[in-house]
């Protein structure tokens, strides 16, 4: 049994489906290749200390069986990591402490998907520390457990992303769907609006809309799911300029739902107008980041374009691994 192992997850863009997809629609999201990174080290005893200094938590400590506990974590910066290490100690069984420390490739302030890639490794690199073999879905079954323990309503689609990495078709309806999909050269960009969102508020938002106009939107949510449709097909057939016009019009429906700002609009039309195949914000609203498709011949001006108006141009590429060993040693 290793005594030391350094895992690594990926962050995530939402491709297309937000929303849609916490009300039982499938989305399209792609793994990213900014990359958290965890460090977990056998310590003997029966405590934890977590070390996650993006999150604010410094040398964070208490006794495994606090961890979490009443569904309380002793740090905010801690919860997810609290949160995983009950589910493991109750589903699989802790055999003893550990020392955890992260560092991430991005920030947590981008809404990359940091929670889910935490949870990811967090269960993943738990399982490795006690040669236990977990199969991916099993993973995902965990995480899921720990996220909504921590947050309620999590559609999971970050989550799947940080474990099976690739590009996906996600949908967590009554018989839940991962279907990986080869999306080779997706002529991805993306940028960061400078506005940090805050999730929980925004899927709030479309929850009071769909209470006021439950007819309307759940029409956006079918248009949102045909867009996914057809988007898979033309992720397949790595058809770039069909993409793009689907994500304009995804772009259009979340509009529609609520949770578009000017910020986020002024970006999506800025890369339109510089020639993108099409751009859409990306994730929850209200701010985080928007993505665009663009061909070789228009990336340059597409970037910046995207920075003239006011984005921070995130250099990461589609379609990464998800979690993996990246080292361990053993005593
Ligand atoms: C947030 O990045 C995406 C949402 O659909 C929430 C979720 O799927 O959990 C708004």
């Given at each position: 049994?290793?005594?030391?192992?350094?895992?690594?997850?990926?962050?995530?863009?939402?491709?297309?489906?937000?929303?849609?997809?916490?009300?039982?629609?499938?989305?399209?999201?792609?793994?990213?290749?900014?990359?958290?990174?965890?460090?977990?080290?056998?310590?003997?005893?029966?405590?934890?200390?977590?070390?996650?200094?993006?999150?604010?938590?410094?040398?964070?400590t208490?006794?495994?069986?606090?961890?979490?506990?009443?569904?309380?974590?002793?740090?905010?910066?801690?919860?997810?990591?609290?949160s995983?290490?009950?589910?493991?100690?109750?589903?699989?069984?802790?055999?003893?402490?550990?020392?955890?420390?992260?560092?991430?490739?991005?920030?947590?302030?981008?809404?990359?998907?940091?929670?889910?890639?935490?949870?990811a490794?967090?269960?993943?690199?738990?399982?490795?520390?006690?040669?236990?073999?977990?199969?991916?879905?099993?993973?995902?079954?965990?995480?899921?457990?720990?996220?909504?323990r921590?947050?309620?309503?999590?559609?999971?689609?970050?989550?799947?992303?940080?474990?099976?990495?690739?590009?996906?078709?996600?949908?967590?309806?009554?018989?839940?769907?991962?279907?990986?999909?080869g999306?080779?050269?997706?002529?991805?960009?993306?940028?960061?609006?400078?506005?940090?969102?805050?999730?929980?508020?925004?899927?709030?938002?479309?929850?009071?809309?769909?209470?006021?106009?439950?007819?309307?939107?759940?029409?956006?949510?079918?248009?949102?799911?045909?867009?996914?449709?057809?988007?898979?097909?033309?992720?397949?057939?790595?058809?770039?300029?069909?993409?793009?016009?689907?994500?304009?019009?995804g772009?259009?429906?979340?509009?529609?739902?609520?949770?578009?700002?000017?910020?986020?609009?002024?970006?999506?039309?800025?890369?339109?107008?510089?020639?993108?195949?099409?751009?859409?914000?990306?994730g929850?609203?209200?701010?985080?980041?928007?993505?665009?498709?663009?061909?070789?011949?228009?990336?340059?001006?597409?970037?910046?374009?995207?920075e003239?108006?006011?984005?921070?141009?995130?250099?990461?590429?589609?379609?990464?691994?998800?979690?993996?060993?990246?080292?361990?040693?053993t005593?």
């Amino acid at each position: 049994m290793p005594s030391m192992i350094h895992v690594s997850a990926p962050g995530k863009l939402m491709l297309l489906g937000e929303h849609a997809v916490v009300h039982g629609r499938p989305c399209l999201v792609t793994a990213v290749d900014s990359r958290l990174h965890m460090t977990l080290t056998r310590s003997g005893d029966d405590r934890f200390t977590l070390d996650a200094p993006d999150v604010g938590a410094h040398g964070v400590t208490g006794r495994l069986a606090d961890a979490f506990r009443d569904g309380r974590a002793l740090t905010h910066g801690t919860r997810f990591i609290e949160s995983a290490l009950r589910v493991f100690a109750e589903q699989i069984g802790l055999e003893g402490g550990v020392a955890i420390a992260t560092r991430s490739d991005f920030s947590s302030q981008l809404g990359l998907g940091s929670s889910s890639a935490t949870v990811a490794c967090a269960l993943f690199g738990l399982a490795r520390l006690q040669d236990v073999e977990l199969a991916p879905q099993r993973l995902f079954d965990l995480g899921l457990e720990t996220i909504r323990r921590v947050q309620g309503t999590a559609s999971g689609f970050d989550l799947a992303a940080a474990i099976f990495g690739g590009t996906l078709v996600y949908e967590n309806a009554a018989s839940r769907r991962i279907e990986p999909l080869g999306a080779p050269g997706l002529p991805l960009i993306a940028a960061y609006s400078g506005i940090k969102a805050d999730t929980a508020t925004y899927v709030q938002r479309v929850n009071a809309r769909l209470a006021a106009h439950p007819a309307a939107m759940e029409h956006i949510f079918e248009a949102m799911r045909a867009l996914v449709i057809a988007g898979r097909d033309a992720l397949i057939q790595c058809d770039w300029a069909r993409l793009g016009e689907l994500l304009d019009m995804g772009h259009g429906l979340v509009h529609a739902l609520g949770v578009d700002i000017p910020q986020t609009a002024a970006l999506v039309f800025a890369a339109r107008a510089a020639g993108a195949f099409g751009a859409k914000l990306s994730g929850a609203g209200g701010g985080d980041c928007v993505i665009a498709l663009a061909g070789e011949d228009r990336r340059a001006e597409v970037e910046r374009a995207l920075e003239a108006a006011g984005g921070t141009l995130l250099r990461v590429a589609p379609n990464a691994p998800g979690v993996r060993v990246e080292t361990e040693s053993t005593p």
